[in-house]
């Protein structure tokens, strides 16, 4: 299994925890798995393929225990992640911006717009926060709100002379000549989603946390990692895709996530949190598929077929978002 430390809800808000998201296997089905609360009020429902926990105002942070089986009931494996109930937004006294980093999960804009009104706007579902003193910053305005996100990049991109913080006259990577002339007042918050085109190394990374705390020490960020693609394929090009480059696909994106956890933990937890975009997204359900015909001689019964196994449908998206806001939540409080 693949789990985080640590997983956040706020008040009011539901945390779903997907078995396919957090087993390393081909077929997760093929394995029985259990849910216990082991630290805290037992809170939630499990019901096989999906763990649900509507968290209340006044619920207490709990510890959630993960137990893999074999169909001899077999241990396997057995992991926990600490849930922490976050309160409910405060509106920042004073204005802060916020500056959401990443590849084409950032440039396409369902995630950032909708971040950005459950933070800022009202009504809604989920009931947005009606937050005043946010400003979100960055250079592509496409579809209205602004961000770096750029299609196709990596972490290396935003550390080269291709990069949006690059200064042509230094050549260096420079956030504060970076604001001055795009006009932001400064840096506050940072989200941070790249590794689905390069599982970068940690020097790399490292490299571009470091250049963010040196131009602000006080800065604070959410880290996230990678989703898994799905057993259904459609990765977009020709060629043969079957279970065991899906399967190669999960081992590589499980051990990436747990890499940059260490990371964030070992050396930048004062700054960033590591929020796991993985074990909330249900991978099975919210990517994008078609319904086909199930063989060239029947085509009126129709299966599920991806058409694009990297990147999810709107609905996996708005997870990502929802993933994303209880984490940053923990900065507004």
Not at 84 to 111: C, R, W
Request: charged share 20%; net charge neutral; aromatic share 12%.
């Amino acid at each position: 299994m693949s789990l985080p430390e640590n997983l956040y809800i706020v008040e009011g808000n539901r945390l779903e925890i997907f078995k396919h998201s957090i087993i390393n296997a081909i077929n997760p089905d093929n394995y029985y798995l259990e849910a216990t609360i082991i630290n805290g009020e037992p809170k939630g429902y499990f019901y096989d393929r999906v763990y649900i926990y509507d968290a209340q105002i006044g619920d207490a942070d709990m510890t959630i225990q993960f137990t893999i089986k074999n169909d001899k009931l077999e241990i396997i494996d057995t992991q926990k992640s600490i849930i922490h109930v976050v309160e409910k937004a405060s509106n920042p006294l004073a204005n802060k911006t916020v500056l959401l980093i990443g590849d084409s999960f950032t440039q396409t804009d369902v995630y950032p717009n909708e971040l950005s009104r459950r933070l800022k706007e009202t009504g809604g579902l989920p009931i947005a926060d009606e937050l005043e003193n946010l400003t979100f910053i960055g250079t592509n305005n496409f579809d209205g709100l602004p961000r770096e996100g750029w299609s196709g990049k990596s972490w290396s991109h935003f550390l080269s002379n291709k990069s949006p913080f690059y200064n042509p006259k230094t050549k260096q990577i420079d956030f504060e000549n970076y604001c001055k002339v795009n006009g932001y007042k400064g840096i506050d918050y940072v989200v941070i989603l790249l590794g689905t085109n390069d599982f970068s190394n940690n020097t790399i990374i490292s490299s571009l946390f470091n250049k963010l705390i040196s131009y602000n020490p006080n800065i604070k960020g959410i880290v996230t990692g990678v989703i898994t693609p799905t057993p259904f394929g459609g990765a977009g090009s020709e060629g043969i895709h079957t279970n065991q480059t899906y399967f190669k696909g999960v081992v590589n994106s499980l051990a990436y996530n747990r890499k940059l956890e260490t990371l964030v933990k070992n050396n930048y937890k004062a700054t960033f949190v590591f929020a796991d975009i993985l074990p909330s997204l249900d991978t099975q359900n919210n990517m994008q598929f078609a319904k086909v015909p199930s063989s060239f001689r029947n085509q009126t019964t129709l299966v599920k077929q991806g058409t694009n196994n990297v990147h999810p449908a709107k609905a996996g998206y708005l997870q990502i978002a929802d993933i994303i806001y209880n984490a940053f939540v923990t900065f507004l409080q």
